[in-house]
């Protein structure tokens, strides 16, 4: 496979259940990131991974938990959300962050995750 | 806080027409504009990327401009196609180099009658 991967591709869970988004990138890129698309609303950055330590949390629920083992893969743990987390979850990944010429790199989009909760 | 806005939300052309989408930003103090391009129930592509300190950048039928003083940037479409029907987002990176930090627009949604 090429690109960003991301499974499931659609997931539909009860507010008690717990589950995991998964991502993983084949570009050789050293940073991973998670977004959230919102129906009408922005998309808005929820974490960025650079060489798997985590950079930027834009002040995510904890009920979001990310998990980055390697600079290949990217988790996100869902756990007791709510329906407004209903949403499209990207991941991206890009050049790694505060190398030359590294933050100058697009970033490259998975297909997202379509996640809605009951 | 940097915000970014897209004008207009919706738009539909014919086949053919050449137009413009708009965005703008509140912060100058950007390190790089990106546009992408969304297509239904998918991820982003990125069309173009222009750099704090370019003008603009070209790609086949693709121009995006950049004014950063006036906290502008629009993306022309040439000769449009009912392939170009998607919706096109417009982001800035802000200020520091290090920071992966994407400021999103909401988005211009495109389409193309034949």
């Known amino acids: 496979e090429t690109g960003v991967t991301q499974t499931p591709r659609h997931l539909v869970m009860g507010m008690t259940n717990k589950k995991s988004l998964k991502c993983e990138q084949h570009l050789g890129h050293n940073a991973m990131y998670w977004y959230k698309q919102s129906a009408k609303k922005p998309l808005e950055l929820m974490f960025v991974?650079?060489?798997?330590?985590?950079?930027e949390n834009n002040s995510v629920p904890s009920r979001f938990s990310p998990e980055c083992p390697n600079s290949s893969h990217l988790f996100l743990h869902l756990h007791t959300l709510q329906p407004e987390d209903s949403a499209l979850y990207l991941c991206?990944?890009?050049?790694?962050?505060?190398?030359?010429?590294?933050?100058?790199?697009?970033?490259?989009f998975g297909p997202g995750t379509r996640l809605l909760v009951l | 806080k940097q915000e970014v806005t897209q004008i207009p939300a919706a738009l539909s052309v014919p086949e053919g027409e050449n137009l413009v989408l708009n965005c703008s930003f509140t912060?100058?103090?950007?390190?790089?504009l990106q546009w992408f391009r969304q297509d239904p129930g998918k991820g982003l592509t990125s069309l173009l990327l222009i750099q704090s300190s370019q003008r603009e950048q070209t790609s086949g039928r693709l121009n995006a401009s950049l004014d950063k003083s006036s906290g502008r940037s629009t993306l022309y479409i040439a000769a449009s196609q009912p392939g170009d029907s998607a919706t096109y987002l417009c982001?800035?990176?802000?200020?520091?180099?290090?920071?992966?930090?994407?400021?999103f627009g909401q988005g211009t949604t495109l389409q193309v009658k034949p």
């Open positions: 991974y650079n060489f798997k330590e985590q950079t």
């Open positions: 991206a990944s890009s050049q790694a962050l505060g190398v030359i010429g590294g933050s100058k790199e697009t970033q490259y």
């Open positions: 912060d100058s103090a950007i390190y790089n």
């Open positions: 982001a800035v990176k802000e200020g520091s180099s290090n920071t992966g930090k994407l400021i």
